[in-house]
């Protein structure tokens, strides 16, 4: 039992952490050298990982879709810690719409603009911070999706990451604030009814002592003196 | 479409939120009322009067101004909305 327990938990707390790792937005320090479209024919498995067409457009099963290729600084823990090796990223860059994940963004070909702008050459590089959600995965074919481009002086650059410092005091609180509200309820309205269940369980309980003491004693009087 | 999706479901969730904490503050409230007159009850007073005193702190209660500002529920969540539409979209 305590095993399925701590196997649960931990279930819920890989499947939550890694769905805040994908939606949270991340920075990345780069440079851009490419932008293309490609036609996507997707599977089900890589669905998922894709937002949807542009807003103003109709949804079909194949669609293109805006890829931004860039150079970018690699990092340890989650971006805190930046290295000086370089890695290549591939971006892509679709509107994520209203619904979810909730970016509220409509900008893409704008974005793609940007990107285009801020285009560099080895020797004259031009280094941008791209924001983006959502991983990379080459098996599955799926791209991080970039938010916003903001051109920056060099790659020593520090991002200070304000979304996810409020959206986690923010947890931590409605964190409190529920459980806050779970105990007055369970005071107020759990308690008095379990008191009044336990009054009439305490009845019936002495009131069954009572018979078991009755047939009790008479069933004990077949039994030898010694057994009981 | 989508516009509509999230009023619907946005405005179904608050509505949630918005009435779970409208119990709360109310139960909150009524336990600090009981435990005020507990404390320091009435000379000569009967389970009567601790009503009454209740009810008439629950009623003052209803009309000030703290039970408005659990609104703050919808208006907050559309105003980060409408911030985050224009931080995402502005160029």
Redesign the interface.
Same mark, same amino acid.
């Given at each position: 039992m305590r095993k399925l327990k701590t196997t649960l938990f931990t279930l819920i707390f890989v499947f939550v952490a890694g769905l805040l790792h994908y939606v949270l937005p991340q920075h990345d320090v780069a440079r851009v050298t490419g932008s293309e479209i490609i036609r996507m024919d997707f599977s089900a498995t890589n669905r998922l990982f894709f937002a949807q067409s542009d807003?103003g457009n109709v949804e079909l099963t194949t669609r293109d879709v805006r890829l931004i290729n860039a150079q970018r600084k690699r990092s340890f823990l989650l971006g805190f810690v930046r290295r000086d090796a370089e890695g290549v990223m591939v971006y892509r860059n679709e509107d994520t719409?209203? /619904?979810w994940p909730?970016? =509220?963004?409509? $900008?893409s070909s $704008?974005l793609q603009a940007?990107a285009s702008a801020n285009m560099s050459a080895p020797g004259a590089e031009q280094w941008v911070v791209i924001t983006h959600y959502g991983w990379r995965n080459r098996f599955l074919t799926i791209f991080p999706n970039a /938010?916003?481009i903001r051109p920056v002086d060099g790659p020593d650059v520090r991002v200070i990451p304000w979304f996810s410092i409020v959206f986690f005091v923010f947890l931590i609180v409605a964190f409190f604030f529920v459980r806050?509200?779970w105990r007055? =309820?369970r005071e107020?309205s759990i308690d008095p009814l379990l008191e009044d269940a336990g009054d009439a369980y305490g009845r019936v309980g002495e009131h069954a002592a009572e018979h078991r003491g009755r047939i009790g004693r008479w069933l004990d009087s077949w039994r030898g003196p010694k057994q009981r | 479409m989508g516009l509509v999706r999230l009023v619907v479901f946005g405005f179904v969730g608050l509505s949630i939120v918005y009435a779970l904490i409208w119990f709360y503050s109310r139960s909150v409230r009524r336990e600090k009322l009981e435990n005020s007159w507990d404390e320091n009850p009435q000379e000569g007073a009967d389970n009567a009067a601790r009503d009454a005193y209740i009810k008439q702190g629950m009623e003052e209660y209803h009309s000030s101004l703290r039970p408005k500002l659990i609104l703050l529920v919808y208006i907050i969540p559309m105003i980060f909305v409408i911030g985050l539409l224009i931080a995402t979209n502005w160029n």
């Open positions: 807003s719409g209203w /619904i909730p970016y =509220f963004k409509f $900008d $704008d940007s /938010i916003a806050a509200m007055q =309820f107020r | -």
